[in-house]
């Protein structure tokens, strides 16, 4: 399994980004998906996950209102987002997508729910 993010790039405080994730070499779409980042010399940490429908949405505290993730579920290609809006200096961080390897499961929020991972893209906010 391949997961390709893009989007990332640098921007002014209080704009927006939109990072893509595209999975390719199996279907994953029946799991759970959602995006971690991870800021220079601190641990990776969890921004958003969803479950295969949308029915089910996790956001991290710091980012809840400003992020919102979504899903298109074609057969064979998978496809996450993360609409980012009035980001802050904070958001600065190495952006990585990820998916779970067992299907149906709820969305959740520890790296070691998640068993494929994107090689990341960086995000840069300027005050």
């Known amino acids: 399994v391949q997961l390709i993010e893009s989007g990332g790039g640098l921007v002014q405080a209080g704009g927006s980004l939109r990072l893509s994730c595209a999975a390719a070499?199996?279907?994953?779409?029946?799991?759970?998906m959602g995006w971690f980042r991870q800021a220079p010399g601190k641990e990776r940490e969890f921004v958003a996950s969803m479950n295969w429908i949308g029915s089910s949405i996790e956001y991290a505290d710091s980012v809840k209102g400003r992020f919102t993730i979504s899903r298109n579920n074609p057969t064979n290609a998978v496809t996450i987002d993360l609409q980012m809006n009035s980001l802050k200096p904070e958001d600065t961080a190495v952006y990585y997508c990820?998916?779970?390897?067992?299907?149906?499961?709820?969305?959740?929020?520890?790296?070691?729910?998640?068993?494929?991972w994107g090689q990341g893209t960086q995000v840069t906010v300027s005050s």
């Open positions: 990820a998916a779970q390897g067992v299907p149906f499961k709820a969305p959740g929020n520890t790296e070691s729910e998640y068993d494929y």
């Open positions: 070499g199996r279907t994953l779409s029946t799991n759970v």
